[in-house]
């Protein structure tokens, strides 16, 4: 499985960013698909998953009603809709997918695939 992040760049506070993520080698239908982020000089940092299904969306707790996580399959790529960006928002974004069900999922070491990161600035 490969994934292709992209979207990232240099926003104003309050401004909408969406990311992308591409998969190849797999379908997104048959993933768990996340979204990280690090911040400058932070750890990897959870954001955001859906569920194999899409049934089911997680966010961390200072995202929630301003990120969104979805996905088109027919694209096989998964997006992280980002409205009323917050400069504590500027990091690395990274997106993440693993084949099993997780009891941790907002643990990084316990997804399986990455794609290279995506800077996201937000300047106040």
């Known amino acids: 499985v490969q994934l292709q992040a992209s979207g990232g760049g240099l926003v104003e506070a309050g401004a909408s960013l969406r990311l992308s993520c591409v998969g190849s080698g797999r379908t997104v239908s048959t993933l768990l698909m996340g979204w990280f982020r690090q911040p400058p000089g932070k750890e990897r940092e959870f954001v955001a998953h859906?569920?194999?299904?899409?049934?089911?969306?997680v966010y961390t707790d200072s995202v929630k009603g301003r990120f969104t996580i979805s996905r088109d399959v027919a694209e096989n790529t998964v997006y992280l809709q980002m409205n009323s960006l917050e400069p504590e928002d500027t990091a690395v974004y990274y997106c993440?997918?693993?084949?099993?069900?997780?009891?941790?999922?907002?643990?990084?070491?316990?997804?399986?695939?990455w794609g290279h990161g995506t800077l996201v600035t937000v300047s106040s």
């Open positions: 993440a997918a693993t084949p099993f069900g997780l009891r941790v999922p907002t643990a990084s070491v316990a997804w399986d695939y």
């Open positions: 859906i569920s194999r299904d899409a049934g089911t969306t």
